[in-house]
């Protein structure tokens, strides 16, 4: 089936297959391989991505749904060639270290700040522990959390 | 603000070169490549963990849609079994399979999920066999591989069935009495890495009849050595690329899609992609030693260690992988880093039909470090000493001895660091009542904390530093300066998240000089080999490698009066000997070339009548030797505390009859934000003499230790003696 949808503020249309889900639409054949698949049963948030404004697990939304609706991946967080402040504060940080997580965590941040200008540790860790990641015991991206935030 | 990106040298702060492009999602993970006509790759696995093969019938799964390609075992073109210390795995099973998810058959078709499919219509008749599952009963059952090859160097003749290695270290009078002894038997379930990043990597016909493999591992030319047998090929014809690696912690270093990609690339002659889902990860890589450990440690009155007596027997699993080398690790480090003059350690891995076993970060001292640290508070306890006098009175240093005869001759702060973690303030307990996020059971909101108790742990721990016993253990590194001074260094080390990548950088710039350095892309193709990103090697090594070929190449450009260099070096640290197979002695100076040691507090929370706990605070120091990049071995540190932890309080590959049943993340859980207290590391940094700018490996200690530090708090908290990991809340609460 043939399914319209805008991605990052661009239009994007795809034949797919009904079985798919939007991560794999978004990986392989849009074009957007910047969303991770670590689980493909929205347990580890990888694959997070901002859909009609609200943070979701893309691959627990099947592509058809995502017919006609807008979809924020990791890549379309900067403006202008610039980073966003989350994604700048993750480098500064030190948050990544394999980084297969960080683009799931990343939206997550952006998704947290848009909702709270300056969560305190406790809603920061609320917030973010739908995102697993396995190499930096989390510390180094509370503090880039709060950097963002800039508290 | 905005990202400095700081052209670092040896021992700033610098950030992540890659960073920006994982920030952004631009980096290239081994699952994000594409080729023009690229087919998907999949394994059909065995659903048994013994079985014999009686027939594969394929002609069904080639007529499905899409389908390019099925092959089995026969279509092997070469050498049908591998391994990194035996050759003991079969490419793709034949006659039997020995495990649960042991390939079997691969398809490649133009969909992934095509190829999901055929694989369901190969058929496989099987005849189930009865599953060795007990290890201890493992070298009473009938042999699984009785033709494995001669073992090696260092290896005790030990005729009985199914065992991968044993080794007795026999020192000083293994009879010697003290004036008090404490006993206790500690068993650690099997653990996995759950690296994010599953298993992946594309493979590329090269047209000639060799292949160009582009996958997440962490040592390129060890799997070179490894695929290029099985496909028939000479080494030359397969060259293996580095693709983004999602994480790794030993999980990487057997072979994965290597062999089936290249393959299927070879048998279609199209590019082919496998990816690995995360159910396919759990059974497609090797996973910790589960162990049972047997203790006896005796003492004076005063608390001096007089004789350490440990049996440990570790399940490897169906097939060797490094087997060998945990047995030895496990042995080595049985006594923890104490002075101990007499000591009987026996040490056993044996094959089983469970999930094979064999690195992750760690590498056999997590396993006994929870034993021996067990110990050393059970020994406080019967002499009423604290427990942290008892470790200091019996601490390790330059000069002692280990168990195997070694002498300690570089740095080994074991007093220091038990010193400057004891030293950390801890925090003050919590008033009561709080957010129910902070309290155990979080937002389950499940008490209001009548039944919580706060308990205080401590733990110290040490494991080597690179590898051991005679292995011949190098790592090249190669320079090219341009005329106008630009440098480019190749270098295989992997990065597979640790940040060698920059240790690379920051060591290559401080050397020439100049901040005008590019890192080439890390591959087969056009560098010797850098070794494993394993053993808490890589940063000493890839810096003695990068190091040495800089200095030549300022050398030669000297010498030539300037123009163009390209020059390569091959770094060796010093060189170790193998084990006495009958005393587990060393028969030369060293079988290990270095140690790097850490002590750890933690304050937790139990909810004793719910058995639910709460981490509430981790404090640490760690011997660093020289912290190359402070940030980087901060966060080292924090990771690495995190997976210990996990294995204290939940995570744990479940099997029945060697199935494994929680192949997911939801039935296997690994520590979230919500798990993690704040973590505070002190670095201790004394140069290691052996080491390039002193510095050591860091990856691996903050693991060895924090399993035991977090169990010894839940045992203050609870005042049981918890002798298992994962802590399961019926036996906090005493079911």
Sequence with gaps: MRIELRVNGEPCEADVWAGESLLYVLRERLGYPGSKNACEQGECGSCSVLYDGKLVCSCLVLAAQADGHQVVTVEGLGEDGRLHRVQEAFVAAGAVQCGFCTPGLVVAAVDLLAHNASPNDDEIREALSGNLCRCTGYAKIFDAVRLAAGT | ?735
Excluded at chain 2, 548 to 561: I, S
Excluded at chain 2, 647 to 653: D, G, P, S, V, Y
Aim: net charge negative.
């Design chain 2, 1 to 735: 603000m905005s990202v400095q990106l700081e052209l670092g040298r040896v021992g700033e702060v610098v950030p992540r070169e890659d960073g920006i492009p994982k920030v952004t999602g631009q980096f290239a993970y081994s699952s994000d490549l594409q080729a023009a006509g690229m087919l998907w790759g999949h394994t059909l696995r065995s659903p048994h963990s013994h079985a014999r093969i009686v027939a594969i019938e394929i002609s069904e799964a080639v007529t499905m849609p899409g389908v390019h390609a099925v092959l089995t075992h026969e279509d092997v073109p070469g050498e049908k079994l591998y391994g990194l210390e035996f050759q003991d795995q079969p490419v793709l099973a034949f006659e039997r399979v020995r495990y649960f998810g042991e390939p079997v058959a691969l398809v490649a078709a133009e969909h992934p999920e095509q190829a999901r499919r055929a694989a369901e219509r190969i058929r496989v008749a099987y005849e189930p066999l009865e599953p060795i599952v007990d290890a201890e009963r493992a070298t009473e059952s009938e042999s699984l591989h009785p033709e494995r090859p001669t073992m090696g160097h260092g290896y005790r003749d030990d005729p009985r069935p199914n065992v991968v290695r044993s080794l007795v270290i026999r020192h000083g009078d293994p009879d010697a009495k003290g004036d008090v002894s404490v006993s206790g038997v500690y068993e650690v379930g099997i653990q996995d890495q759950a690296f994010l990043g599953p298993e992946s990597g594309l493979a590329v016909p090269d047209g000639e009849g060799g292949v160009d493999v582009y996958v997440a591992t962490q040592w390129l030319h060890v799997d070179r050595d490894q695929v290029a047998p099985c496909l028939g090929l000479q080494p030359e014809q397969v060259r293996i690329h580095l693709a983004g690696v999602g994480g790794a912690f030993g999980g990487r270093e057997d072979l994965s899609m290597q062999v089936h990609g290249a393959m299927l690339a070879l048998h279609t002659n199209r590019p082919v992609k496998v990816v690995y889902d995360r159910q396919e990860s759990f059974v497609g890589h090797i996973h910790r030693h589960p162990a049972k450990i047997w203790a006896e440690h005796r003492a004076t009155r005063d608390g001096k260690l007089v004789n350490v007596r440990v049996r440990i027997l570790l399940d490897g699993g169906a097939y060797a992988s490094s087997s060998t080398a945990v047995t030895s690790n496990a042995a080595s480090f049985a006594c923890g880093p104490y002075a101990v003059d007499n000591a009987l350690i026996e040490s056993l891995c044996v094959y089983t039909n469970n999930p094979p076993c064999g690195a992750m970060r760690g590498f056999g001292a997590v396993q006994v470090c929870f034993a021996h640290e067990a110990q050393m508070d059970k020994l406080a306890a019967e002499l009423d000493i604290d427990p942290i006098e008892l470790r200091l009175l019996n601490a390790l240093g330059p000069g002692g001895s280990l168990p195997t005869g070694q002498r300690v001759t570089g740095a080994l702060p074991v007093a220091e660091v038990i010193r400057r973690a004891a030293a950390l303030p801890l925090p003050e307990p919590e008033e009561l009542p709080r957010d129910p996020l902070r309290v155990p059971g979080g937002s389950g909101n499940t008490t209001r904390g009548e039944g919580v108790k706060r308990g205080v742990g401590f733990a110290v721990g040490f494991k080597n530093i690179g590898y051991s016993e005679g292995f011949d253990d190098y790592t090249a590194a190669r320079v090219r300066l341009a005329a106008d001074g630009n440098a480019e260094v190749h270098c295989a080390a992997a990065e597979v998240g640790q940040g060698v990548a920059n240790v690379i950088l920051q060591v290559a710039r401080t050397e020439l000089g100049t901040d005008d350095v590019t890192l080439a892309p890390h591959t087969t193709a056009t560098v010797d080999s850098a070794g494993s990103a394993s053993a808490s090697r890589m940063t000493w090594m890839a810096s003695g490698a990068v190091r040495d070929a800089c200095r030549a190449a300022l050398e030669e450009r000297e010498r030539n009066g300037g123009g163009e260099v390209d020059i390569e070096r091959i770094y060796r640290h010093p060189r170790t000997s193998p084990l006495d197979p009958e005393t587990g002695q060393t028969t030369g100076e060293r079988s290990h070339v270095a140690y790097a040691c850490a002590a750890m507090r933690v304050v937790a929370e139990v909810d004793v009548e719910l058995g639910l706990t709460r981490v509430v605070w981790i404090g640490t120091a760690q011997d660093v030797g020289k912290a190359v990049n402070p940030q980087a071995v901060t966060g080292q540190i924090e990771g690495g505390t995190a997976q210990g932890l996990g294995l204290a309080l939940m995570e744990e590959i479940q099997t029945r009859d060697g199935l494994i049943t929680n192949a997911s993340f939801t039935d296997y859980l690994i520590p979230t934000t919500l798990d993690m207290p704040p973590v505070v590391s002190e670095l201790v940094e004394e140069a290691e003499p052996d080491a390039p700018y002193g510095a050591k490996g860091v990856g691996e200690p903050p693991t060895v230790v924090s399993t035991a530090a977090v169990v010894a708090a839940l045992r203050a908290a609870t005042g049981r003696d918890l002798a298992r990991v994962p802590v399961r809340p019926d036996e906090i609460v005493g079911l």
